[in-house]
């Protein structure tokens, strides 16, 4: 029960902890000659170091030390380890200075002559640079001594919890124990009732129990009342909002409902101060009454939980676990029976461990309790897995349906086991298995309430009824509070404290990589960095397209390159800029680069092709944003040019992403480049002895009639020849915009129809004759068959004509 306190606290206050460590740098003083920096106070506390490792090794060793003892040396070595790491940054800027200057200085080539001034300042500075880099060795040094001592620590600790939930005693269950538990218990009993008896009879406490009787009144009265009606008081304060509130209901209906939790654990808070102000209590019932507050939460917790989660006389419109009513009730009311429950396993531990009972008596009154709680657990865990029909279809019901079958399946395993595991003598399991589970489910309902308050702040301050339901930024804060409920989970099964601390050092301390250590600190400025640099490049690609380049001469396609080619270019020194702000050296990295750059060539050739392909285009622009284009079969005009490949919008609307390599290594019609001047072909077939001068002036008028034909150069009509059917021309007329050619060539087809019918030009069509070769086929009986083959007209219908036209 050690980490409860820390861990019930956790569910009502949200407090950030932070440890930091202030260090000074050393003073170098700086004279006429350059010198080797004094570090005055690098280690004036190395005496008082040597012998926290020493009382700390000495522990180890002996292996006698309490856990008590174990946890306060463990926390005196995580704090000389923090001024460890922060030393071995001491002289950083100095000893890369150093270096600087040695290395400029070249290095000491055997059999060359160089000059005595260059040697001696070589070896001045090489005496500098070992005096500037001894600090950072011991620093180092005593840095991995103490790590070393919190491991051997950490798994000393962790070697006694597992053999204390693992150790077996007499079971519960066998009557030779049962005596000696109920002469324990009677003996605690009459201990504490001694105590009690003796505070009494003492004149001294009688006489401070009359000064304390109106602040013990005071105390009683509010105790009774805010026990007994706080809760229901803001029951009916939160039905009040429910009926009146409509905006912002889920956010006021949350903030008020947290009195049903803070007036009744003050009420408890009150009763204890009153009792203790007594004087009257002993010490071991004070032990108890200290922890009546803190346990009274869990039935307080499970009746402010099974409120909002688990209604059981009004059904909302979607149910926070999807249950239906009567399951939903059910469950409310063994959940607060299990609250109940919790409270009592934590007071008879509290009141067996403060009285000091044997393993075996232990057990049997352990085994009680954990019972009381593993039953309403069982039940709470077999009714919430209900399942229903009504998330057919429904992800989110789907998926709140596996996580309460997954819930419910690990409440029943965990009442069940615990309890065989008790019965056969381990007297740890409730306190391994069952209580946590329980509480497991207390914070996963304070988990689904937070996100549920999430969304309903997003509601109120978006103005948007659904808009919480498809945004991103509720989720986003969804996935934090389920990283936060992590280590408060981790706590409850039993990860001890200091396991989390140091992952939490690990994190903090980053990684090396070569001779640069990436830390979180270095991380996240890099990602600040970087993020100031795109938005910086945006905002000037903004400008650009908006402001300055439409005042330009250049077309549309030259914009797009300019502004493409400055947000390359901007991410690009984003990136360099937060790199070396952040302190990485990536020299270290060359020869992974290098064995990298083999498998980009191999695997990601494709993909590399068709950047450098995107960078072309921009570069030569053979096709800009909004020119039509035919390649690969494909016709439409081009909607966008990205790093990896083109949209072109086709004429059917429909998108087709064209690889930029493609555009580089194939063949690319592009109809509008430059300009929008094209050239529109109208076929024409007329009748055979029709005047052919006659045909080519009227298709001439028509062609200059139309007000998309150039004048200069203007239209010609082609004679193209002897058709088999017709005599065939073409008109040849240059376009103002050849994007227009589908509609100038239809008006030319209506003009030309109309003006051949008023001036009696015949527009000939394919006739065809159809001749038989066996036409007595087609008689029915026995006929003489014609000698001569039978040439039958064929008669053509419109559409039959039509299609011969065609």
């Given amino acids: 029960m050690k980490y409860l306190a820390g861990l019930m606290v956790a569910f009502l206050i949200v407090a950030p902890m932070a440890w930091a460590q202030e260090s000074t740098d050393p003073v170098i003083e700086v004279g006429d000659e350059p010198t080797a920096p004094v570090l005055t106070d690098a280690f004036e506390d190395q005496a008082e170091w040597e012998s926290v490792a020493s009382r700390t090794e000495a522990a180890l060793e002996a292996g006698r030390a ?5 946890s306060t040396l463990r926390s005196d070595l995580a704090d000389w380890r923090d001024i460890f790491l922060d030393r071995q ?45 001894a600090p950072v060795t011991l620093a180092t040094e005593a840095y991995t001594q103490a790590n070393g001592l919190i491991g051997e620590i950490d798994s000393l600790l962790r070697d006694r919890q597992a053999a204390r939930f693992t150790e077996r005693f007499q079971s ?43 602040a013990i009144f005071v105390l009683l009265a509010v105790a009774a009342v805010f026990v007994l009606r706080g809760r229901s008081w803001f029951s009916r304060l939160v039905r009040f909002i429910d009926a009146r509130t409509i905006r912002g209901r889920g956010v006021a209906r949350f903030v008020v409902s947290l009195g049903q939790v803070l007036v009744p654990f003050m009420g408890l808070a009150a009763l204890t101060v009153a ?29 402010w939980l099974a409120g909002h989660l688990l209604p059981k006389s009004e059904m909302p419109d979607d149910h926070p676990l999807g249950l239906p009513l009567s399951a939903s009730s059910r469950a409310h009311r063994r959940f607060v029976t299990l609250g109940y429950a919790l409270m009592l396993f934590c007071l008879l531990d509290s009141f067996l461990t403060v ?30 897995g209900v399942t229903t029909g009504d998330a057919d279809g429904d992800t989110s019901g789907l998926f709140r349906n596996t996580l309460r079958s997954l819930l419910s399946r690990g409440a029943m395993i965990a009442a069940v086991g615990g309890t065989i595991l008790a019965a056969l003598g381990y007297s740890s399991a409730f306190e391994v298995l069952t209580f946590p589970a329980a509480v497991t489910i207390y914070v996963l309902g304070i988990l689904v309430l937070l996100q549920a308050l999430t969304m309903d702040t997003y509601t109120l301050f978006s103005k948007s009824e659904n808009g919480a339901q498809t945004a991103l930024i509720p989720v986003l804060i969804a996935f934090l509070l389920v990283v936060l409920a992590v280590p408060i989970l981790a706590i409850v099964w039993g990860a001890q404290i200091t396991d989390l601390t140091e992952l939490w050092t690990r994190f903090q301390e980053g990684f090396a990589l070569g001779e640069t250590r990436i830390s979180p600190t270095s991380f996240l400025l890099f990602a600040v960095v970087f993020v100031v640099g795109y938005t910086v490049t945006r905002l000037v690609q903004s400008a650009l397209r908006t402001t300055v380049l439409p005042r330009t001469t250049l077309d549309a396609g030259g914009q797009n390159a300019i502004v493409s080619g400055m947000g390359y270019v901007g991410i690009f020194l984003a990136a360099v800029i937060a790199i070396t702000t952040a302190g990485i050296d990536l020299s270290g990295l060359a020869i992974v680069a290098g064995a990298l750059s083999v498998g980009i060539g191999f695997g990601l050739q494709n993909i590399v092709s068709n950047f450098v392909a995107g960078i072309i285009l921009l570069i030569e622009r ?21 790093v990896r490949s083109t949209r072109i919008e086709t004429f059917d609307r429909t998108d087709v992403i064209v690889p930029n390599a493609d555009l580089v290594s194939n063949q690319v019609t592009n109809w509008t480049r430059g300009n929008n001047v094209g050239r529109v072909i109208v076929p024409v077939g007329v009748a055979y002895g029709t005047d052919t001068e006659w045909v080519t002036s009227i298709l001439k008028e028509i062609a200059e009639a139309h007000p998309m034909v150039l004048l200069n150069p203007g239209p010609a009509v082609v004679f193209q020849g002897f058709g088999a059917d017709s005599l065939d021309f073409e008109i040849r007329a240059i376009l103002r915009d050849v994007n227009y050619v589908l509609s100038v060539k239809s008006d030319m087809n209506h003009a030309i129809a109309k003006r051949f019918v008023a001036e009696g030009i015949e527009i000939p069509f394919a006739q065809r004759d159809l001749w038989l070769r066996n036409p007595e086929t087609l008689t029915r009986g026995p006929q003489a068959a014609p000698e001569t083959p039978v040439s039958a007209p064929q008669v053509d219908t419109p559409s039959q004509q039509k299609d011969n036209d065609g």
């Avoid at 309490?66 to 174990?70: F, P, Q, Y």
């Avoid at 009972?357 to 919430?384: D, E, N, T």
């Avoid at 053979?622 to 990205?642: A, C, F, K, L, N």
Wanted: proline share 5%; hydrophobic share 50%; no cysteine.
């Fill in 66 to 70: 309490s856990s008590t003892v174990l």
């Fill in 89 to 133: 940054g001491v002289n950083s800027a100095r000893i890369a200075t150093v270096r600087a200057q040695i290395a400029s200085l070249g290095a000491a080539a055997d059999g060359e002559d160089v000059d005595p001034r260059v040697s001696a300042r070589r070896d001045v500075l090489n005496a500098q640079l070992i005096e500037l880099r």
């Fill in 172 to 214: 519960p269950l066998n009557p030779a124990g049962w005596g000696g538990t109920w002469d324990d218990l009677s003996v605690a009993v009459r201990a504490t009732r001694a105590e009690i008896s003796g505070q009494i009879e003492n004149p001294s406490r009688r006489a401070e129990l009359v000064g304390y009787l109106p």
């Fill in 275 to 303: 009792l203790l102000l007594t004087g009257m209590m002993g010490r071991r019932a004070e032990a108890v009454l200290e922890n009546v507050a803190l346990f009274g939460l869990f039935p307080i917790l499970a009746h």
């Fill in 355 to 384: 009285n000091t009972f044997g393993a075996v008596s232990y057990a049997v009154m352990m085994f009680i309790a954990g019972v009381l709680v593993a039953w309403p657990l069982f039940r709470f865990g077999r009714v919430i």
């Fill in 622 to 642: 053979p096709i800009s944003q909004g020119d039509w284009i035919e390649v690969g079969g494909q016709m439409g005009y081009v909607r966008d040019i990205s």
